[in-house]
């Protein structure tokens, strides 16, 4: 591609047996071209040549092509008006460099492209996209140019540079917010990818001035940095055909960079944060999709649905576990839609039907009802899992528990089964089944899953519960008619109860003032760790209660917080305290309600909540010194995203049992 005079000179479709894509082309097995999105491009006589030859490095390389015989790009203006040029990548990048937006195809669909260093792009596509407070990634040419914006760990240097090419979530450096205003505001970490398809190495070539050889990938620094985000309008399913491209990305986009090869599959790009030493998955997509869990034996196919939220479908074969490509929150027709196709394309790949189907407790969600229509469609039992029980179960799947285990699972949000919302749990589970052996406080849900949205709302519910609801009116007066929240949280019709860890990190990040309202889910609680970051906890007394039903509160952490003035040093301080707080309130609670029969069962973490690096490497090093090493995902997201893996796990684990009574079930 870079080398002057190769007949592949700047070809934007370059590939080997090595690399190019395959799962995003890919119809059904056996994986040969007609059955890809290659099919209608004939091998030119030199490209079969190539694939003939068994010495040569695209032997049998499906997706083998050139400028003569293979896929082209196009530019075109957001009217669909084709911009003419000899050279699409050239005026791509002189666009850019003005400032305007461009929609560009990648390996599994659009990515929204501006400047990052360009202040005003940056909040234009803000603006148009509808998304004003979630952060933005960024493309890099490569790891020094990243740099220069984030400080890596030699972990985070080597998944970044991994052939998955993941984005890693890596602490800012001091030049990032004035160099890339607004791409990740009030944050102290920014996600950072590197070049991954022919399209993306071209734009910065072009950028860098042509270089020839591949020397300038390595260690050459290039300044040049692009915001990368999923082009998803309104948090619908990632675009991915070129009419749907004008058509959905039209009123966002100046420019379409495009091309004339289909995407068959749309996969996102996988995000990873480093955590406890190890890289944890935030979303399981590109670069890991489909690649197997191995599991602890064969078993007849499980298909798994999912939960509602940040939704992945499994499917098993054998002793393997297959995770689709994430799919997203199904709050749309369209997310809907593309469960189901994901489903169909696991069944087709892996060319199996399974025996068996597996889904969550909620009967609202669409996956729920998907899995049964499968059942009465196709004649297979259904088998329900709690949500937060999935949660537990993915980590024995990864770690090929088959036997009893205990496991703490912190969340935003699953229904109970005794139909209230769950989020804060110690659970002990069996193959069969499970018990709920303690949970977090239970507090009232201000206005239902609105309070989800609105931080303060859980913050008065905390104040209130601490006797301070005069408080509130003054403390958040910003808020229109705030102090008539507290009828509502009087009112069990307009307030249900919650014992979500992800809700009492929300008001605590309310309490501080860091975030009031949010738009997008977990804004509250990035804001709240990003706050504590340099800060070292002070020394304190026990600021927790484990009451005599065995639930912990954190009612005294909190009253610490609610009184903490709101200049910056000391929210800062505080946001330290909240963390180191909850982390040694866990422990407690997990050694105190450890029973004689359970000390050597294994220890299970997971829930969203266990992305936040502070608490979570601070637990297991406090559990550490008492001798308990506990588990925590990494093939699979902790959060919802590897809900399905647990589900088909646990699936299967009870029909190994011969106890298929439809699962778990709400009590009356």
Not at 211 to 218: F, N, Q, R
Not at 250 to 267: H, K, S, T, W, Y
Not at 358 to 380: N, Q, V
């Amino acid at each position: 591609m870079f080398t002057p005079g190769n007949r592949r000179y700047r070809y934007a479709f370059t590939n080997c047996t090595h690399c190019g894509p395959r799962f995003t082309i890919t119809r059904h097995l056996p994986y040969d071209r007609p059955q890809t999105s290659m099919a209608p491009f004939k091998m030119c006589p030199e490209c079969l040549k190539e694939y003939r030859d068994p010495l040569d490095r695209r032997f049998h390389a499906q997706p083998n092509a050139c400028p003569v015989c293979g896929p082209k790009l196009m530019l075109w203006k957001n009217t669909g008006e084709t911009v003419e040029t000899d050279d699409p990548i050239r005026d791509a990048v002189k666009l850019l460099k003005e400032g305007r937006i461009l929609a560009v195809k990648g390996l599994g669909g659009f990515h929204l492209v501006c400047d990052a260093a360009n202040a005003e792009a940056v909040h234009l596509l803000r603006a148009r996209k509808r998304r004003d407070e979630k952060p933005l990634a960024v493309m890099c040419a490569n790891t020094v140019s990243a740099s220069r914006l984030v400080t890596l760990s030699d972990l985070e240097r080597e998944t970044l540079e991994s052939i998955a090419r993941p984005i890693v979530l890596a602490k800012k450096t001091p030049l990032c917010d004035t160099e890339l205003e607004g791409v990740a505001p009030g944050l102290t970490e920014l996600g950072v990818m590197l070049p991954y398809t022919p399209v993306h190495l071209l734009l910065f070539h072009e950028a860098a001035g042509r270089p020839d050889g591949v020397e300038w990938l390595d260690s050459r620094v290039l300044p040049w940095t692009l915001v990368m985000t999923s082009a998803n309008p309104g948090g619908e399913p990632l675009v991915i055909g070129n009419e749907e491209a004008l058509q959905r990305l039209g009123g966002i986009a100046d420019f379409i960079l495009a091309n004339n090869r289909e995407i068959l599959v749309r996969c996102d790009d996988s995000v990873v944060r480093v955590v406890a030493d190890k890289p944890r998955m935030v979303r399981r997509a590109r670069g890991y999709t489909p690649e197997a869990v191995p599991l602890a034996f064969d078993s007849p196919s499980v298909l798994a649905t999912g939960p509602g939220l940040k939704v992945t479908a499994c499917l098993t074969r054998g002793s393997e576990a297959f995770l689709s490509q994430h799919i997203g929150d199904l709050g749309n027709a369209s997310s809907c839609e593309a469960l189901e196709l994901a489903v169909k394309h696991l069944e087709a790949v892996l060319e199996i039907t399974p025996e068996l189907v597996a889904h969550d407790l909620h009967p609202d969600f669409f996956s729920t009802r998907l899995a049964h229509r499968i059942e009465l469609e196709r004649g297979i039992p259904a088998y329900a899992v709690q949500h937060h029980r999935a949660h537990i179960g993915a980590v024995m799947a990864e770690y090929c528990i088959t036997g009893p285990a205990r496991g703490i699972a912190l969340d935003g949000v699953g229904l109970g089964t005794d139909g209230k919302a769950w989020g804060g749990e110690m659970l002990h589970l069996t193959p069969t089944g499970f018990t709920r052996e303690a949970h977090l406080l239970a507090l009232p849900l201000p206005g239902g899953d609105r309070a989800a949205r609105e931080p303060w709302r859980m913050a008065s519910s905390v104040l209130e519960a601490l006797g301070r609801g005069d408080e509130i009116a003054e403390r958040f007066r910003e808020i229109p008619n705030s102090g008539m929240i507290r009828k509502v949280i009087a009112n069990s019709r307009l307030s249900g109860v919650t014992t979500a860890m992800g809700r009492w990190f929300d008001a605590a990040s309310a309490l501080l003032g860091l975030c009031l309202t949010q738009h997008d889910e977990a804004t509250a609680a990035m804001r709240l760790e990003s706050a504590a970051e340099g800060k070292t906890p002070r020394e304190f007394g026990k600021l927790w209660e484990i009451l005599p039903d065995g639930s912990l509160s954190l009612l005294p952490l909190m009253a610490m917080l609610a009184d903490t003035p709101h200049d910056p040093d000391a929210v800062s301080q505080a946001s330290a305290d909240f963390h180191e707080g909850v982390a040694r309130a866990l422990s407690d609670w997990i050694l105190q309600l450890t029973g004689p029969d359970e000390a050597d069962l294994p220890l299970c973490l997971s829930g969203g909540c266990f992305l936040n690096r502070r608490m979570t490497v601070r637990l297991i090093s406090l559990l550490g010194r008492a001798g308990i090493h506990p588990l925590l995902s990494s093939a699979v997201p902790p959060g919802d995203g590897g809900v399905a893996l647990g589900q088909a796990w646990l699936a299967a684990l009870a029909r190994r049992e011969g106890v298929l009574d439809g699962g778990d079930r709400v009590s009356p």
